[in-house]
């Protein structure tokens, strides 16, 4: 099994920047896709980013251009920069990875979530 694990929300500014982490551990395992969703209160849990572990990733419409993710293939590792945040940005922040094993077949894992606030 794959245990993701989220780090680097807070507090910002409208306009500000921050930059999320999500470190995959476990034993015997392979990524295939990883994500960021994300979830505001009282909204569904949407996508926000992902990328495959070639490299090709997608964007919502609402964060393209000020979000960038990126991945660590050796330190399993996944990454959320965040540029020009919005209000509308606050939510919380979930690390989804894709993984598979010889114990068990591809399976959607999921964090505990990071809190991302911006407000003045």
């Known amino acids: 099994q794959v245990t993701p694990m989220e780090s680097g929300g807070g507090l910002v500014q409208p306009g500000g920047s921050l930059k999320l982490s999500c470190a995959a551990s476990g034993s015997r395992f392979s990524i295939n896709a990883m994500a960021w969703y994300r979830q505001a209160p009282g909204k569904q849990r949407e996508l926000v980013a992902s990328?495959?572990?070639?490299?090709?990733?997608y964007y919502a419409d609402s964060v393209k251009g000020r979000f960038t993710v990126s991945r660590d293939n050796a330190k399993s590792m996944v990454y959320l920069q965040m540029n020009s945040l919005k209000p509308e940005d606050t939510a919380t922040y979930y690390c989804?990875?894709?993984?598979?094993?010889?114990?068990?077949?591809?399976?959607?894992?999921w964090g505990q979530g990071t809190q991302v606030t911006v407000s003045s």
């Open positions: 990328i495959t572990n070639g490299g090709s990733a």
């Open positions: 989804n990875i894709n993984a598979w094993g010889p114990s068990f077949p591809s399976t959607n894992f």
